[in-house]
Nanobody
Framework: QVQLVESGGGLVQPGGSLRLSCEASGSSGSFNVMAWYRQAPGKERELVAKIGTGGSTNVIATIKGRFAISRDNAKNTVYLQMNSLKPEDTAVYYC??????????WGQGTLVTVSS
């Protein structure tokens, strides 16, 4: 069974940076699509950024220019580099993986807190 394990969350001051990592275990190949979602307190989960096997990416407008998603297919790992963090970026960040025709896979989430 494939599992996604996130790491890299924590407390950071406004304007700071964090790098989230998500490694897929139990998989012999790469997901067609990997993505990062986030859920802030009292809000619905939202897509932050996604990336295909070939490296094509989509990001939401509110993080464009500040966050970057990347992946290492050989390591079955996806990253989210977060710069110029703002208090409104505070949320639990979830890793997501999808192989077409198979069930979605979610990580357990990692908390990012942006506060002074």
């Amino acid at each position: 069974q494939v599992q996604l394990v996130e790491s890299g969350g924590g407390l950071v001051q406004p304007g700071g940076s964090l790098r989230l990592s998500c490694e897929a275990s139990g998989s012999s190949g790469s997901f067609n699509v990997m993505a990062w979602y986030r859920q802030a307190p009292g809000k619905e989960r939202e897509l932050v950024a996604k990336i295909g096997t070939g490296g094509s990416t989509n990001v939401i407008a509110t993080i464009k220019g500040r966050f970057a998603i990347s992946r290492d297919n050989a390591k079955n790992t996806v990253y989210l580099q977060m710069n110029s963090l703002k208090p409104e970026d505070t949320a639990v960040y979830y890793c997501y993986g999808l192989n077409f025709g198979s069930p979605e896979v979610w990580g357990q989430g990692t908390l990012v807190t942006v506060s002074s």
